[in-house]
């Protein structure tokens, strides 16, 4: 069958759907202190939408296990770097900081999350706690679908609170 071509090796193998099926597997398996240079890695793929989408994707999962937790700061300082070379990747860090902000109940500022994607919006309307993002999402959230669901929320801890 040949030789095994490394889990992180954009190179090694010219369809991205195989190259994006290494990567999840590499990012699954990646030790923390590995996950930066595996990141940088992934990042010089030659299909730049592909590599961030599976940068992306271990972003997520590894931001949300991470976020109200004493790891998360030190893992977001390593992930800065390597991931501002992508402007996906790295406004999807910091909208990450900005969650873990409003969910520790930190200062952070509502035009910060205002300006987000709709990404954040939505996941902050359905999940957040936090009154001053839910009263901002309600009034001016990017899409209808958004404000409805911060209104909903917001009228809810508003009856029951």
Known sequence: MGEQVPADDPGGDPDEHVRF????????????EDAAALVTRVL???DPGMANGAV?????????E??????????CQRM????????????RLR??????????????????????SNWLQL???????????????????RTRRIRNIAKSRLSRFRSTG
């Open 21 to 32: 099926a290494r990567y999840r597997q590499a990012f699954a398996e990646v030790a923390p």
């Open 44 to 46: 010089t793929d030659p």
């Open 56 to 64: 992306g994707e271990y972003l997520d999962r590894r931001a949300a």
């Open 66 to 75: 991470l976020l109200t937790g004493p790891g998360y700061p030190a893992w």
């Open 80 to 91: 800065t770097g390597p991931v501002a070379v992508d402007d996906f990747a790295a406004q």
């Open 95 to 116: 909208e990450w900081t900005l969650l873990r902000a409003m969910a520790l109940d930190e200062p952070w500022d509502t035009g910060q999350l205002l300006a987000a």
């Open 123 to 141: 996941r902050t309307a359905e999940e957040s706690s936090a009154g001053t993002a839910l009263s901002a999402l309600a009034e001016d959230g």
